[in-house]
């Protein structure tokens, strides 16, 4: 059974950091393109940050620059490092694994920047 888990969401003021995790399983995870999206409310599922199976990174760019992904195969996570946090930036977070017709997600984590 494939499983996605996010964790690390939470409460930050802005300016501040996060850093979230997803762990996967029942996947071979190296293979997958990982990626991170978000929904706020009344909004669409957004794109935020993606890493191929090789290691090539692509941001959307409102967090160019603040946001940095990366993986580690062989426990097979993908973290995503929040820096500078805004406002806009709250959000349900959600881990995605992507390879040929398959997709999974995660259930996702709440990340609120608020003061």
């Known amino acids: 059974q494939v499983q996605l888990v996010e964790s690390g969401g939470g409460l930050v003021q802005p300016g501040g950091s996060l850093r979230l995790s997803c762990a996967g399983s029942?996947?071979?995870?190296?293979?997958?393109?990982m990626g991170w999206y978000r929904q706020a409310p009344g909004k669409q599922r957004e794109l935020v940050a993606t890493?191929?199976?090789?290691?090539?990174?692509s941001y959307v760019d409102s967090v160019k620059g603040r946001f940095a992904i990366s993986r580690d195969n062989a426990k097979k996570t993908v973290d995503l490092q929040m820096n500078s946090l805004k406002p806009e930036d709250t959000a349900v977070y959600y881990c995605n694994a992507r390879a040929y017709s398959y997709s999974y997600w995660g259930q996702g984590t709440q990340v609120t920047v608020s003061s």
């Open positions: 029942g996947i071979a995870f190296s293979i997958y393109a």
């Open positions: 890493i191929t199976s090789g290691g090539s990174t």
